[in-house]
């Protein structure tokens, strides 16, 4: 027996930030949410598109590259350059301003963007990085199987990321006739998400740039994937669900519309986080 497959499904790709491209695999009108996650996009974009000055409060955002070169910079002074495979970790928390903008005016960059709620008493931390080079993510391999744990555990080996609120990033690779097994924890949201090949999950197959719901109620806590002839690569995102009200407002969440509507009051009056945030202007946007 597998963690049960809700439904299978394949997300709408959609305009985002400037001139970019992203299939929105959470947050669309068949997934609008996956509590504690609010967002998942597969980004496709290539310069002079990307995602220019705008700011995040109360909660966290993970890039993780798969093609090409994305560049970072944010109010605070920090700044990244990610390559394949690399992850960022960026928890916004009170307030930051930042950009992200792709390395190639003709190499198409690709990559995800995860976004993960916090827990009220995380809202208003210190904004924080956990940035990942790709050589210091552990690989697991077994059978024809590759795992890169960015955060969470599989095949028993353990990912590098601290997360405050307890989740799963996982990008699997099946060669062709493989199987894994995944233990996923019971009542936590999970999706897996293929955007390269097929596969069967839990029995059914689910082809490129689809996603699968998995059952959240299912008293399986083991999910299993298998290939025939075609390879499959895909990640597994799961996270325990947050047991509070949020309310979202573009890249503010917050646990109340009062509290979205200091957010932008704060953004306003350029305080707790928000500082200098009408003035700075990053180098890497255009
Ligand atoms: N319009 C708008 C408003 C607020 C945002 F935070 C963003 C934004 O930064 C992104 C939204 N999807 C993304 N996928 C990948 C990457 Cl690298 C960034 C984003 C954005 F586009
Ligand atoms: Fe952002």
Redesign the pocket.
Known sequence: MSRRVLKIFTPPTVP??QG?Q?IRIIGNNQLRNLNPFM?L?H?FVKLPAG?PD?P?RGFE?V?YLLKGS?YHEDSKGFSGHLQPGDIQWMTAGKGVMHA?MPGSWDELTS?F?LWINLQAKFKMVEPQYQEIKKELIPEAKQNGVLVRVIAGEALGVKGPIYTRTPAFFLDVKLNENSEFLQKIPLKWNSICYIYEGQGLFDGQNANQHQVVHLDINDKQEVLKVKTGQQKCHFIIIAGEPIDEPFVQH??FVMNTKEEIQQAFQDYYDQKNGFEGAHSWKSKIQN
């Open positions: 985002e930030g970019a992203v967002m996009d980004a995602f705008h995040h955002t890039s994305f992200e990559g963007q573009g890249p």
